[in-house]
């Protein structure tokens, strides 16, 4: 059984940062490709930023050149470096996986970008 669990959401202002984390239970995440998603009030859930066993990284039109996401394999975590924040990234966000064909998803973490 595998389980993810985000951390680091919270409220911040335009233009401030913030470091979400995913940690996983049950597997090593350095395994497996993983992504960062996003769901917003209202709208559908949509990809922010992928990374491969092997590094290979792709981010979302909307979020290329403010976000970084990476992994820290001794803590078996990926995380979500997010800068230049914007009202509109205001959002749950998700960690997810794929394993052996099935999907796993953490709890997400709210994040509020607002003045």
């Known amino acids: 059984q595998v389980q993810l669990v985000e951390s680091g959401g919270g409220l911040v202002q335009p233009g401030g940062s913030l470091r979400l984390s995913c940690a996983a239970s049950?597997?090593?995440?350095?395994?497996?490709?993983m992504g960062w998603y996003r769901q917003a009030p209202g709208k559908q859930r949509e990809l922010v930023a992928t990374i491969t066993t092997g590094g290979s990284i792709n981010y979302s039109d909307s979020v290329k050149g403010r976000f970084t996401i990476s992994r820290d394999n001794a803590k078996n975590t990926v995380g979500l470096q997010m800068n230049s924040l914007k009202p509109e990234d205001t959002a749950v966000y998700y960690c997810n996986t794929a394993i052996r064909g099935t999907q796993y998803w953490g709890q997400g973490t709210q994040v509020t970008v607002s003045s």
């Open positions: 049950g597997s090593l995440l350095r395994l497996y490709f």
